[in-house]
């Protein structure tokens, strides 16, 4: 076990994060007024979890294609395939844990897809994955037939609406998902091999690592992500609108990816920090609501955000304050 | 289910829309071609059902061709409709510029060109007529309304708007004002956008709740859509509140799901946004003909208003197959 360190808490992410929701404090006084109310935390706090989640589900698995240098631009329309599939399967009278999990195996077909463009054929990542981003959608109308397709199926609805020990369940999930990926990447050799290839794929190859087999397996795993977080907005609205489920999410995924620390270059990653980019994100969304703010500022405000958060996170932001703290610290502890 | 079936309500509901049955049998036979912007909405799709099935209720030869949201393709099939020597051409167009080339060459082949639901910046000379609704007043029917159904009491409204900028949530935002008005007693206490989705509107509705004393204070929410409205009444339920009764919900477009709302009592009213734009067109069209009555520069199709007094059940179940 590493010994937690104090000073690894005072990283960038975090300090964003509490500083927007200061913010939002500041803005909206009772922001972090939580109360019980049928069975579940109910409040502004809980709404950025709760909203947070499908990017943050989107962003675990964008962290590991970001990390292998890749990108991928399919997950909004991957969101609406699966969205689609889980929510026609239900109205076609399938139970409902058949039909995730027939979304689910779509999601992780098309992640394999996207996986066999890059790894086999050697495409560019970014026009591998364009190709199911545009192609995606339309799978997503033919198969919603241009309409959003509504269900009533309780247990299809519980994987967006319902509750766990009070939370969200889409919360939940995600918590759930990035635990259970940190530990796949973190306890095994995964990440350390990931990290490899995202430095230099051909050395990495050179020192005996299956590259294309890790490739295809970080593009099916964002495809699987993309599946979860589908389901989880097609069941949250109660049904499939295949013309606007995720669309440009993937956007904001890969926001968080970066806001979260990982280099566009490939290399270091780190999933958790990537679901508190998408906090982040989220925060920032649900403060402009309950700020009252005139919706033309939306993205102006946004983008200043975010602007300011990856300025704080350059390095040469941090020079100024790094070098001399860094020194006392050697000090007071010897 | 299959076309055949959709097209047979459809007809069905044309039938009932159409009141008066003038005699058009000078349209008979006759071929026009339809440019469709595409299919990106629930709504289009309804439109491009009630056109098929307008025309074929009058016998009428459509040419039907799918633009996919692309000019390019759009004046590609109006010229092939002027190569193939059509009777007359429907353009609902995906944009306001860049038309006036093409809408010459269909002049100089006298041909008739008529506009569905949008308008362009061309000449008003280079076409029949415009079919369109009116946003602002559609707005305006929205907020009359709220008006009547509130009275004197003191009312806050939240509103979710579409798209920031988008023609749609500036008129419909306007014509809503401009009813509320000089009722002192109505106010709209927050404005987002909800971009005409569900989910945004949900998410927005969600902040409003909890940003006006866990919605208590609120007294009707106005949706610039149907399909936000729907996402907001989630919204309201999941805050313990009741949809209908403890907040009013009032939206524009009469789409199905916003009667089965109101079936179960959650939705109080909605401006419908026809999607016959091809009747009127026909009707203009064969007037044109028989004797060369130019028909109004803008056809403005009504702005109905709905309540669960009209049938809900009834709306939905013929809405249900357009579509939507």
């Given at each position: ?8 808490l005072?990283?960038?992410q975090l300090?964003a994060l509490v500083?927007v929701l200061a913010?939002n404090w500041?803005?909206f006084?009772s922001f972090f007024h939580v109360t019980w109310q049928d069975g579940r935390f109910f409040g502004s706090f809980i709404d950025v979890l709760n909203r947070g989640a499908p990017v943050a589900i989107l962003a675990i698995g964008?962290t ?15 969101m609406?395939?699966?969205g689609?599939?889980a ?9 409902a844990p058949?039909?995730i999990?027939?979304?689910l ?48 199926d309780p247990s299809l609805i519980f994987v967006g609406t319902g509750s766990f020990l009070g939370f969200p369940m889409a919360a939940v999930i995600a918590v759930v998902l990035m635990v259970l990926v940190t530990l796949l ?39 699987l992500c993309a599946a979860i977080a589908g389901i989880v907005v097609a069941a949250d609205i109660r ?7 995720g669309?440009?999410l993937?956007?904001d995924a890969?926001?968080a990816?970066?806001?979260g ?9 780190s999933i958790p920090m990537a679901v508190v980019g998408a906090l982040i994100i989220q925060a920032m969304n649900t403060g402009?609501l309950v ?44 | ?198 989910s945004k509107?949900k998410e927005v509705m969600e902040g409003f709740i909890k940003a006006?004393?866990g919605g ?15 996402g907001?009444?989630q919204a309201i339920k999941d805050a313990g509140l ?83």
């Open positions: 076990m590493r010994r937690l360190r104090l000073d690894r005072a990283n960038p300090l500083g913010i500041l803005l006084p964008m590991g294609v970001i990390a292998t240098k890749g990108v991928d631009l399919s997950v909004g329309a991957i609406a395939v699966c689609a599939v929510a026609t399967m239900v109205v076609a009278g399938y139970p058949i039909a999990i027939a979304a195996a779509v999601g992780l077909a098309c992640g394999l897809w996207n996986g066999f463009l890059v790894a086999v054929l050697d495409i560019q990542p970014i026009v591998a994955t364009l190709v199911l981003m545009v192609a995606g959608r339309g799978i997503a109308q033919l198969i919603t037939e241009g309409s959003i397709v509504t269900f009533n990447v973190r306890r095994t050799a995964i990440g350390l091999f990931i990290q490899a290839i995202g430095v230099n794929r051909a050395a990495a190859s050179l020192a005996g690592i299956h590259s294309r087999m890790l490739l295809m397996l970080v593009y099916a795993l964002s495809g049904g499939a609108d295949a013309n606007n489920s669309l440009w993937e956007l890969i926001l990816v970066v806001i620390g990982t280099s566009l270059l490939g290399g270091r990653f402009i700020s009252g703010f005139p919706p033309e500022f939306n993205l102006v405000v946004k983008a200043g955000m975010i602007i300011l958060i990856l300025l704080l996170q350059s390095p040469y932001a941090a020079l100024p304050f790094k070098r001399r703290p860094a020194a006392s610290n050697k000090t007071a502890s010897s | 289910m299959t076309i055949i079936t959709k097209l047979a309500i459809a007809a069905s509901l044309a039938t009932a829309l159409t009141s008066v049955s003038i005699a058009q049998d000078n349209l008979k036979g006759l071929v026009v071609g339809f440019s469709q912007i595409g299919s990106e909405s629930g709504w289009r799709a309804a439109e491009t059902s009630v056109t098929k099935a307008q025309a074929e209720e009058r016998g009428i030869d459509l040419k039907f061709a799918d633009a996919q949201q692309k000019q390019e393709n759009q004046i590609k099939a109006i010229r092939g409709f002027i190569a193939q020597g059509v009777d007359a051409i429907m353009v609902a167009p995906v944009v306001a510029t860049g038309w006036e080339d093409v809408l010459t060459e269909a002049k100089e082949a006298e041909i008739p060109v008529i506009l569905l639901d949008r308008g362009v910046d061309a000449p008003e000379d280079l076409y029949l007529t415009s079919v369109a609704s009116d946003q602002v007043k559609e707005g305006r029917v929205a907020g009359q309304w709220l008006v009547d159904a509130v009275g004197d009491a003191d009312c806050k409204v939240v509103e979710l708007q579409g798209t920031v900028g988008s023609t749609p949530a500036i008129n419909r935002k306007q014509g809503f004002e401009e009813a509320i008005a000089g009722h002192a007693n109505i106010t709209i206490a927050r404005s987002q956008t909800g971009d005409f989705t569900r509107g006006e004393n208590k204070d609120i007294c009707a929410v106005y949706a610039h859509n149907d399909d936000m409205a729907v907001a009444i009741k949809p209908g009764t403890d907040i009013k919900v009032v939206s524009i477009d009469a789409v199905p799901d916003i009667f089965a709302a109101m079936v179960n009592g959650e939705a109080n009213a909605t401006v419908e946004l026809t999607p016959n734009m091809a009747g009127p067109a026909f009707d203009a069209l064969s007037a044109y003909l028989a004797d060369g009555t130019e028909p109004a520069k803008f056809i403005i199709t009504e702005s109905k208003l709905y309540t669960p007094a009209d049938n809900p059940q009834g709306e939905y179940d013929t809405r249900k197959g357009l579509g939507y």
